[in-house]
């Protein structure tokens, strides 16, 4: 038998990692104690979602909360861009660094002022590798060109075309590709020619795109996830539910000692 493979994923969940996410690596490394193998991150940098990157940090004295998140050069680069492909604006980490020593260790604050990922995907897992969560752990990416040729063929899904000087994620639907504005408003792209290395899955294609990669034996579900994973199509996976945790959808910024 193959030795176990434990996967657990997750989109880039705030410039410091969501509470969650160290719940699910706890909760991996748990496993890894029982069973052995090794622990994978599949990590969904090929999402367009900014208000996936909020950072809920806590005042250290007062006990307020405070809501922070990457800015965006412009409208179209923040609503539709991938992830990987959202740039971090010039001094955007200077102005946050200068909030953040209320909210955080000065390890925390020096590690933060050390990153230096040109955009948000790279920004945030350098960030979570130097909080120490990573350690150990394989990241394999969404948006890798390397990954999508690999993976296997679904009918739902994104696909990353440039359009007015940035990449944006187009949903694919009926032969052409669309932005949502919102609501019923959608934008209908011009047809281009595209690749697998452009394709990203929709959400309830997620697990069976990832699976044809990273072949796990073991993953870790978080909250979220339970409510539209389709198991069905991975029978040979084993689920474990993630352990649970307070304020999980606050920052994790406990940091290596």
Known sequence: MNAPLICLGQQPCGFFPKRFLAAKVSTARRLQAEIGGEIVL????SDHDPRETRTTLRNRRTGKALALNFSFENRLQRKFSPLYAK?????WREKT???LPAYVSRHMVDAFMGVSAQNVADFCLEMYGRTGLLEGV???RSGDPAVRRAACDVSEFFVDVPHEGEIVRARFVDGA?????GGSSFITLPTVPFEKSQISPARDARLRWMQSVVHCTHYVVG???QAYLRREETPEITFVTRDPIDRSDEAYCAGPA
Do not use: K
Not at 42 to 45: E, M, R, S, V
Not at 177 to 181: G, V
């Open 42 to 45: 599949f990590y969904h940098d």
């Open 87 to 91: 740039r971090v604006p010039a001094g």
């Open 97 to 99: 660094g200068r909030q």
């Open 138 to 140: 394989r990241v394999v």
């Open 177 to 181: 590709l669309q932005l949502h504005e």
């Open 223 to 225: 909250a979220g996830e």
